[in-house]
């Protein structure tokens, strides 16, 4: 075409394509689904549900909870690793997924290599306790404090 560019005609195929890669990347296209590798009941299929209802909300689709315990989380989080990469499917795990690794010899996936991590929304403290007669049982600086000859 003569007064025509190259530059022009490569502009005029990317405005062409620009709908279809839009369509290709609409997220969510259906159902958002979060596995909860543990009973229900428990802290993380709580705090799934509470956060469930505000996601449909905002993302306008269907949010779906879905507990598949068993073996420490590890076959909730076996089955989000074999799940097809199209950002649908989403894993709410806890410390257990941290040590499954050291654990569980045959996880079945690479915690590494086969998920990503997303986001944090929450922590947990985690306490040693022991009954309250015990000197332990109280704050360890106070009991160095009463008894200085039997700490060093």
Known sequence: MPGTS?????A?????????????????NGPIRIVVPFPPGGSVDAVARLV????????GTPVVIENRAGAS??????QVARAAPDGQTFLHVFDTHAVNPAL????????????APVLLFGTAPMVVTTPKG??????LRCWRRR??????
């Open 104 to 115: 569980i010899p045959n996880l079945g996936y690479d915690t590494q290599k086969d998920l």
């Open 134 to 139: 015990r000197p332990w049982g109280i704050s």
């Open 52 to 59: 469930q209802p505000h996601l449909q909300a905002e993302l």
């Open 147 to 152: 008894r200085p000859s039997r700490t060093r």
């Open 73 to 78: 989380g590890a076959l909730g989080a076996a």
């Open 6 to 10: 190259r530059r022009q005609i490569l």
């Open 12 to 28: 005029a195929g990317a405005l062409l394509a620009a709908p279809a890669q839009a369509r290709a990347q609409a997220w969510p």
